[in-house]
């Protein structure tokens, strides 16, 4: 019996060497934890470098796939693969391969957060390799989010985003509805009433509703503000409760009265469930979504006819402000070969390159060198867009106040479903803003 | 013949066994349904619950978008060990609580359940940077080898089984001169068939559905599991519904399939293990 106990002992022992094996040769060809450090390579080695991104879908995954590609053609010092990991899932794998200390080489990321990154040293400085004349390709806002705290540059703009509004054109001629018309709030709601149908008590049609799609409270609070709503950006003493935050709010909560909070109920359910597009479906006629909503359209509703208008002035000559984001690309800390990922992040950020992604994914740039000679500004939706991005704010939350969001927004969203009215709900969360900030 | 009584008690258990049933298997249902609907049908709002023409072709278009072959045979790698080093090492480990005596034991088994406690998440980070460290990230290694080194719970489930078998057999068996490990391989384990295929079917259904594993340790796309697999059809603004429902409904039918195969060993596992002996 001893015997087979050993025999049995043995063949697990073989069983679990065999895999070893195959991880350390497996380990040594992988970007991330093979890469080897710069060092070790003489010039005509070529560095193999792991770029990491969540686009996997048909509509962008080839497109990143050929950039990649033609980035390796390119030279022959390098080799860059692309490895693709869900949203989401993607940021808790960085975290836990810094922490080993074996990161990817390049890393998609959300522009909102590099200052964050950078002040929890998970990000490398990447002032060394991206000089001043590469960061002047670029909008200052952009560069600015790519700035920590302490002036370094830690990433580089990749692809930016901004919110507008989502039309009908359908349902527009139906209601003799000029979409240029609608210039201000109160012209936005004037064409809703246009555009609304009720049979009975049901609505068949809803012409608007502000916090559905993907505005939120936050869209129409920078809208009034043109930009920053929730603090004071100088001196950063909360300004929740101000007198236009009470407006928009009450404004917010008036239009879910109007329709009925179980018809903004069953929207809202529709659009968090990820999979009904009320909007794609024509029952709601006008939508606040971002510019990425356009490759989402094309799947769902591909003969749907619309278009596009910028958020309208919170009052006559406010601004047409929305608030938008993006992604960057960055190395994370610990990272073997910082030069040589920044010489694809210059690439992947070129103007040609970032032309080629824009034509073909829908994705807008960061960079202020285009004109409308590029084939992706031929399209009129494009052309709308591009114009709602001018007056784009990308809100940076300062790392002295970062997480105030997770004690104010609960509150707010009191006043938004009307568990309390609108004006308690801002006095509310303004008073613990302030308690949050005493504390830190 | 023996005539059945059916009282009023029965049909009203019935209807509430059928309703239950009929709740139970809704998502079931709805996945089918999705997984035949077209993408703009699938955005349709209000929902429709069946398909305007079913497109049986989306489970062979979903199959093509990926080597979903080459990921059904990856995780059935890291199954087909897991369930061998679950098996055994748990088996094991329980059998020393259940059966021998020695100084300690009843500390030792508190600990081994205070693990229960710590939540995974918490270990995360720490695991990772361990298996790093030995150079087994980016291999199967990671989600395999901590199946042989035992699980709190799969420990108290068969230790109370354990219990249930009288001293005395093994009493009789060292007084034949049988060591443990004899009296374990030869004649416990037969004894213990019911809660060794729950232990299985566990560890199974584990391994099989397991997304956060392989997703920390593997980058490789030819090492890919099925559950990483799916995420394809996940994009940042867009996921493709019917397609991640088709593959999500064919990557289901093993379990079903076990279960339904090993149910009586499964559940006579489960009820002898949880009753108080």
Known sequence: ?440 | MIEKKITLGKIVLFIILTLGALIILFPIFWMVSTALKSAPEVAQYPPTLLPEEPLWENFAIAWQKAPFTQYTINTLIIVFFTIIGGVFSNSLVAYGFAKIDFKGKKLLFKVVLATMMIPGFITLVPQYVIFSKIGWVDTYLPLIVPAFCANAFHIFMMRQFYRTIPNELIEAAKVDGAGHFYIWGKLIMPLVKPVLATVALINFKGAWGDFQGPLLYLSDRAKYTLQLGLQVFKGEGYTQWNYLMAISFLSMIPILILFFCFQNYFIQGMNTSGAVK
């Open chain 1, 1 to 440: 019996m001893k015997k087979r106990i050993s025999v049995l002992c043995l063949a697990a022992a073989m069983i679990l060497t065999a895999f070893s094996g195959c991880s350390s040769s497996d380990s040594q060809s992988s970007g991330s934890a093979g890469s080897g450090s710069e060092s070790n390579n003489t010039p005509t080695e070529t560095v193999e470098l792991e770029f990491w991104g969540w686009w996997s879908s048909d509509a962008r995954k080839p497109y990143i796939q050929e950039m990649v590609d033609n980035f390796n053609e390119s030279q022959d010092q390098y080799k860059v693969t692309y490895v693709d990991i869900p949203f989401g899932d993607i940021f808790t794998k960085n975290i836990a391969q810094i922490a080993a200390g074996n990161p990817c080489d390049i890393m998609a990321n959300s522009m909102e957060e590099v200052r964050f990154r950078a002040n929890e040293d998970q990000v490398e400085a990447l002032d060394e390799y991206i000089t001043d004349d590469i960061k002047s390709y670029f909008y200052d806002q952009y560069i600015d989010a790519c700035t920590g705290d302490d002036g370094v540059l830690y990433a580089v703009p990749y692809s930016v985003d901004t919110r507008a509004i989502y039309y009908n054109k359908a349902h527009f001629e139906e209601a003799n509805v000029d979409p240029a018309s609608i210039q201000t709030w109160d012209d936005l709601i004037a064409a809703a009433d246009k555009l609304d149908q009720k049979d009975g008590d049901t609505w068949t049609r809803v012409g608007f509703m502000p916090v559905l799609g993907n505005g939120g409270v936050d869209t129409w609070m920078i809208n009034a503000n043109k930009g920053v709503a929730w603090f004071n950006t100088e001196t950063l003493e909360p300004t929740v409760n101000s007198d236009v935050n009470k407006d928009v709010l009450k404004w917010i909560r008036d239009r879910i009265d109007h329709y009925g909070q179980a018809e903004y109920d069953n929207l809202s359910a529709a659009f968090s469930s990820g999979m009904t597009d009320p909007f794609a479906s024509g029952t709601i006629s006008m939508l606040v979504h971002t510019s990425a909503y356009t490759s989402s359209l094309a799947q769902t509703a591909p003969d749907l006819e619309y278009g596009v208008i910028p958020l309208p002035e919170y009052k006559a000559g406010n601004g047409h402000t929305a608030n938008g984001g993006g992604f960057v690309l960055e190395v994370p800390k610990g990272a073997k070969n910082v030069a040589a990922s920044c010489e694809f992040i210059k690439y992947a950020t070129s103007k040609d390159t970032q032309d080629f992604l824009a034509t073909k994914i829908g994705d807008f740039s960061a960079r202020n060198d285009f004109d409308d000679s590029s084939e992706f500004f031929q399209n009129p939706i494009t052309q709308d867009l591009a114009k709602c991005l001018e007056e784009t704010s990308t809100v940076i939350i300062p790392n002295e106040i970062k997480g105030y969001t997770d004690v104010i927004n609960p509150l707010i969203e009191e006043g938004t479903l009307g568990i309390t009215d609108t004006d308690t709900a801002l006095d509310n969360a303004q008073k613990a803003f302030e308690d949050f900030v005493a504390s830190k």
